[in-house]
DNA sequence: ACTATATAGGACCGATCAAGTCGCATATTC
DNA sequence: GAATATGCGACTTGATCGGTCCTATATAGT
């Protein structure tokens, strides 16, 4: 329950990773796979995926690979998960097509909805820089980086 | 991924739907289940737990049934779910037994753990109180009652 | 041209887990 | 003692996740 697919781990780690290499016009799968010790094949998949939502640009061939198509400071954890997982729902309703059959006499979807917000929020405001830069965390400068999210059931 | 179990949004509407009926002394598993169509067995299991778990007292033979075991306010959405679907993370890792393999390696489980505190903040700011009194949300007094959570990568 | 490298993507499989059912034991009231 | 209700474990079914395999295509270097 609540657990992020282990398809969206790995697609955050490999922005991570390319985020963490701005130098190298592209990585190959197999880069990213060996660094981790991800299975190539699945972590293949998952940038190709990845690529078709836009958040990466692929290039075939030798020394090809992906690089980030936009900065890593403009690519929520979000959107990641967005485009591996799909629509990001907590509940089985407003799960379009086939939903809990018991939606109209439900009356905790109305305020699970917000909380679904709520952590949408959260993930939203989480970039891969974020997850990238950790390193001057403590020695950032005087305006603190925090996300505010607020919370009304 | 990320998404509720069944079972927790069944407890979650028991809960509701007893903090909405405090004149009664008890309501049997089936009174609920009947009132929202949720399957008498399977609510019975999960009443149950959380009766196991110190969040309701119960008490059988006729007229039994189930009543909250501590006010409405007292009661979070994290207990509950805690209850019902064990602890509550959202990596796969982090969960004791059998975890991720490339735990050593992964780089983003410290933020994504800070990301899991943060959701965990969320909805333990949430109590059962606060899913059935619905009514009374825009006729509130001057301080408006919302959670602030901060969320710092 | 040929080959090595790399993306693109479909088919498939096994393990796990959620959801729900069944059966039986126990407690309580009438 | 019958009706009601909790307590609890075993079980079945279906969906989903994690992962593999196989093929097609694009590109760069020799
Ligand atoms: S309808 Fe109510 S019970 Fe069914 S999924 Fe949506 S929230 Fe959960
Ligand atoms: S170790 Fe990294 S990859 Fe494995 S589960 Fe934890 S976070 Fe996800």
């Known amino acids: 329950m609540l657990k992020l697919t282990k398809k ?21 799968a197999k880069d990213v796979a060996d660094a981790y010790g991800i299975p190539a094949q699945l972590l293949a998949k998952i940038l190709q995926r990845l690529t078709k939502t836009g958040l990466l640009r692929s290039h075939a061939g030798m020394n090809g690979g992906y690089a980030l198509a936009r900065d890593a400071r ?26 809990c059959d018991l939606t109209p006499s439900c009356t905790i979807k109305e305020p699970l909805a917000r909380v679904n917000d709520t952590i949408a929020g959260v993930l939203k405001s989480i970039s891969i820089h974020d997850l990238a830069d950790r390193e001057h965390s403590d020695a950032a400068p005087g305006r603190d980086r925090q996300g505010l999210v607020t919370l009304t059931v």
Request: net charge negative; glycine share 6%.
């Open 8 to 28: 969206a781990d790995y697609g955050l780690m490999a922005l991570k990773y390319l985020a963490e290499h701005p130098e190298t016009p592209a990585l190959s």
């Open 74 to 99: 403009q690519i929520s954890a979000y959107e990641v998960i967005l485009s591996i997982d799909g629509p990001f729902f907590i509940t089985s309703c407003t799960r379009g097509a086939k939903s």
